[in-house]
């Protein structure tokens, strides 16, 4: 089948970041030839506009505008300017000739039925007649001994910091990239989840190892509100930065470190939350307690991989802080704290800190 596309705009024309050089970012005339006295917006600004005012997530954003932005550099033209049959051949371009899985399918195909329904709206069946199948597939976990394999191979202090705490929090890679000071309430043992999956807001139980490690970490660079803080090029910016570490960071140094173990098995970030999650299974966790814990709406999606049991919910506190036990993979790791107590805060507001 004939995708209606030039031989440059196929796969080096996915890698170009989101921006005006490409046919979805340039500014586009009204097409009854008006002029305003303001600049026509981009295609991608009215759709950034759109999914904001529709309230999506921020990686929800940035993933549908990537898919629209892809579909244009694949026609090398406008999207608002392709056909009904040229969006439904590039469809069937990812199918066939591209075999997307049914999850990276899902989200082409959510991002262009987006852009085609609010910001340049179609009537076209080709919107409605999909149907992308559900692959119910069992995520590959490691054991307790794996993941402390994994941990101790980790060199950087703040990689290693970061690791533990999703792990033994159970957390999204996102949701511990933006962890904040004032969210580790050491004197309940809560950790206060902001704006989760789906925005939604959670406490989840804090093992007595984390805070040492959290408090240990911070005390290396005492930002005033960030845990986990961009370092920067200069690798000073640690203090004074309001932007947390970047997940390339972070997925760069579990690559790095899984290839040099030799795991075969397919390991990512969200594999220790995963991997906590089945450990407190295993030990005989609730599973009301384990979709709580991991802030799931539905028990449904903890059963993709967990399956169904009756142990005694108590437990699930005692046993979290059994696992979360770091031996000595943080001893030496961080300088002491000073002799005299807490360190002191900046000068101005006093912010919070680990305690």
Known sequence: MSHGHSSSSGNGSNNKRDSGSTPFGNGHRRADGQRGREPAKSLRERMSQDL???????????????????LACHFNTPPDQLSEQQVADYLLYLINDCEFAPGSLRVAYSGL?????????????????????????????????????????????RN?????????????????????VGDIDAERMLVHIHRGKGAKD?????PQSTPHVLRSYWMTHRNPTLL??????????????????????????MKRVVRQLGFTKKVSIHTLRHSMATHLFEAGVSLRWIQK???????????????LTDPKEEQG?????????????????????????PPSSPEGDSPRRPR
């Open 113 to 157: 039925k987006f852009f085609f329904t609010y910001t340049e709206p179609r009537e076209w069946q080709v919107l409605k007649k999909i149907r992308i199948p559900k692959h119910k597939t069992l995520p590959d976990m490691m054991s307790v001994d794996e993941v402390l394999r994994f941990m101790a191979a980790v060199r950087q202090p």
């Open 317 to 341: 506190r005692a046993i979290q802080n059994d696992i979360a036990q770091p031996g000595t993979l943080f001893d030496g790791m961080f300088p002491p704290p000073p002799p005299t107590g």
């Open 228 to 253: 986990f803080p961009q370092i920067g090029r200069a690798k000073n910016a640690a203090p004074v930065t309001t932007r947390p570490m970047d997940p390339t960071t972070v997925q760069g140094c």
């Open 293 to 307: 814990f991991l802030g799931h709406k539905n028990l449904q999606t903890t059963l993709i991989y967990l399956h």
């Open 202 to 206: 959670r406490f989840i139980t804090l």
């Open 52 to 70: 904001q005012l529709r309230g999506m997530a921020q990686r929800t954003q940035e993933g549908y505008l990537r898919e629209v932005r892809k």
């Open 160 to 180: 290693r910091a970061y690791f533990w705490t999703v792990y033994t929090l159970g957390l999204r890679m996102s949701e511990a990239l933006s962890l904040q």
